[in-house]
């Protein structure tokens, strides 16, 4: 069945420093991947999506990768904020839907002021 | 993006009452909408994928005659837990397709059922 993994652990990182978050999947290959962000009591908001033939894609300080060999993709924040800080979530398309999502846990990420 | 209203945003109720829960899209007309539930630092886990005039389509596992789902028209989809009990309590999420041939989902902010 399809899986995704994202670390569980909290990520702290240093406010102005690059955060990046990781996502692993196995026994699929998504059409395209989407990052979400959560925030505590609230429901995902979009952030990004990119597509299989997609290497890369970029929205202001945001920036996700998309790596079909290795089955991962990595969502960068560049100079972040502490702003930035909520959870994060990666989501694939399933393999028997082409609009329904599977998703991943959640990184919670911290920037520290 | 669209924007998802969701009512009420948290609802405590006794053991064996129902809850109804609503969810609103607000500035497009929505054919599909969804419904998830969330534990606490858990994934997502999708209930059923509802469609304006149609039956919903229930996943693997979720009670169809439990979570009762109405898309009675292409902005209001209702969830109703019946018979609530204390394993029910979650945050309920639901959100909405714009239009076929996209992908993005657009959330409402979620409900908190806590069941005594």
């Known amino acids: 069945s399809q899986k995704i993994e994202q670390n569980s652990e909290a990520l702290n990182i240093q406010e102005g420093k690059t955060a990046t978050l990781t996502c692993n999947y196995t026994n699929y290959s998504p059409a395209y991947l989407q990052w979400y962000r959560q925030d505590p009591g609230r429901g995902p908001v979009f952030l990004l999506l990119i597509r299989e033939n997609e290497k890369e894609k970029r929205k202001e300080r945001l920036k996700v990768t998309f790596d079909t060999t290795l089955k991962q993709s990595l969502f960068h924040i560049t100079a972040s904020q502490p702003a930035d800080s909520a959870t994060y979530l990666c989501?694939?398309?399933?393999?028997?839907?082409?609009?329904?999502?599977?998703w991943g846990a959640g990184t919670k990420l911290i920037i520290k002021p | 993006g669209a924007v998802v209203s969701q009512h009420p945003s948290w609802v405590i109720c006794k053991s064996g009452t129902s809850v109804k829960i609503e969810c609103r899209s607000l500035?497009?007309?929505?054919?599909?909408m969804f419904w998830y539930r969330q534990f606490p630092k858990q994934s997502l886990m999708l209930m059923a994928t509802s469609n304006e005039g149609s039956k919903a389509t229930y996943e693997q596992g979720v009670e169809k005659d439990k979570f009762l789902i109405n898309h009675a028209s292409l902005t209001l989809s209702t969830l109703t837990v019946t018979s609530a009990h204390p394993e029910d309590s979650s945050f309920y999420i639901c959100?909405?397709?714009?239009?076929?041939?996209?992908?993005?989902?657009?959330f409402g902010p979620g409900t908190r059922l806590t069941v005594l």
């Open positions: 989501a694939l398309n399933r393999m028997d839907s082409n609009y329904q999502l599977i």
């Open positions: 959100s909405i397709l714009r239009g076929r041939g996209t992908d993005t989902q657009y």
């Open positions: 500035d497009f007309q929505a054919t599909t």
